[in-house]
């Protein structure tokens, strides 16, 4: 019997998104043949290679192109321009059904499926026309005069409804699309952001726990941008560290905004009570979870935060980590009602001092929220429990 082959479309780098991987690997544990396409801006790494199993077509783009994808619903020259290599995927994998990550890439691929007429799947990671108004490159200048995220959501609503079928990371992100769009309820598929059994490992690395040994340590992994709320975690440890004196951060990802948050760390004399530790290999996040004592998720609050899951709170629960969260509806709903850990006020250290300190003095609610949460992945929060495995695609397909 012939395998069921699936072409994924990712706009950007890989591997650099855990969602993507996982989902993949789990098809294939079914028995699917699953290629990627993505791009690189390194032409040495141009080509197809298998990782993990998955078949990767990396598409080279020199580097001005990025910038251009910005773009792609002001001007149509960046979706022209990636017409071709699509074209060229589609045609090279023997795609039987066509998985879209995020909107990036939906106008060439609906342009080119009107010949192709395969079943075209949305996954829609986050809120992308919400969160665009937090991009540093939209607040001013010619980003914010030329990208419109108002463009943005109306192309998405566009390509909902055209879609065979649509993913969203949480039944908050269906509701809302739903009411927006209209989009039939039996279309939408809500899948978190699960974490692949891999990420459990039988030994970790001696030399990290070394390092971080004697401290109560709290993890953050992602993106540091302002919406993620580190700041306010910042200007809580002065407060901490009056009833934690060996409280530590360890902050395991970057980006543009880590300039203020060492400034803002040396500014309240915390700075050596932090590790900025940069983006790591995907296969070390495991080891800095496991020596944590808790794993926090600061968020901001805003409709995207409001109806999406961070990677990181799967990973956290499945290593037994307690959680202590920022109020953001679904992460909100999912702690309390799984019994994951505590939930603080949005941008507001005092609350987010409180909770910790209240945390670290109940030790045996922290073991209870770690159990709690290692049991809800194992049982509930994965993939085989999920409704989204090869059957899903089959059911298009046919």
């Not at 780098?13 to 993949?24: G, K, V």
Request: glycine residues 6%; hydrophobic residues 35%; aromatic residues 10%.
């Amino acid at each position: 019997m012939q395998n069921t082959i699936i072409g994924m479309i990712f706009h950007g780098e890989y591997p650099t998104h855990p969602r993507i991987e996982n989902q993949a690997l789990h098809l294939i544990s079914e028995s699917a043949e699953i290629h990627l396409f993505c791009v690189t801006y390194q032409k040495e790494k141009a080509g197809i290679e298998e990782h993990k199993g998955i078949k990767v077509h990396r598409t080279f783009l020199p580097s001005w192109m990025y910038k251009l994808s910005a773009l792609a619903y002001t001007f149509p020259l960046y979706h022209r321009l990636m017409r071709s290599h699509l074209q060229r995927f589609i045609r090279n994998s023997k795609a039987q059904a066509l998985h879209l990550h995020n909107m990036n890439l939906a106008q060439p691929i609906f342009d080119i499926n009107k010949s192709t007429n395969l079943p075209i799947i949305l996954d829609l990671h986050e809120n992308i026309p919400e969160i665009m108004k937090f991009y540093p490159h939209l607040q001013s200048g010619f980003g914010k005069a030329l990208i419109k995220p108002s463009v943005w959501k109306k192309k998405e609503e566009e390509f909902i409804l055209k879609s065979d079928g649509i993913i969203v990371v949480t039944s908050d992100a269906k509701n809302e699309l739903e009411q927006r769009t209209g989009v039939d309820d039996n279309k939408t598929l809500v899948l978190p952001n699960f974490t692949d059994p891999s990420f459990i490992k039988k030994e970790y690395s001696t030399k990290l726990i070394q390092k971080f040994k004697g401290n109560f340590n709290a993890i953050y992994i992602g993106d540091t941008g302002k919406r993620r709320g580190l700041e306010s975690v910042i200007k809580a440890i002065p407060a901490i560290l009056k009833k934690i004196p060996n409280f530590h951060l360890i902050v395991v990802g970057a980006s543009n905004n880590d300039k203020a948050l060492h400034e803002l760390a040396n500014q309240l004399k915390v700075d050596r009570h932090i590790s900025f530790e940069g983006w790591q290999p995907e296969s070390l996040l495991s080891d800095y979870i496991y020596l944590s004592d808790i794993g926090i998720c600061p968020l901001l609050r805003n409709t995207h935060h409001d109806t999406t899951y961070a990677n990181k709170l799967f990973q956290y629960a499945m290593l037994g980590k307690p959680i202590l969260a920022s109020d953001c509806t679904a992460q909100k709903n999912l702690i309390e009602s799984e019994k994951w850990g505590l939930i603080h006020e949005s941008d507001n250290s005092i609350d987010f001092a409180n909770q910790f300190i209240q945390l670290y003095n109940d030790n045996s609610s922290r073991i209870e929220f770690g159990k709690n949460g290692a049991k809800a992945i194992a049982n509930k929060y994965n993939y085989p429990s999920s409704e989204f495995g090869i059957a899903y695609y089959q059911k298009l397909i046919n």
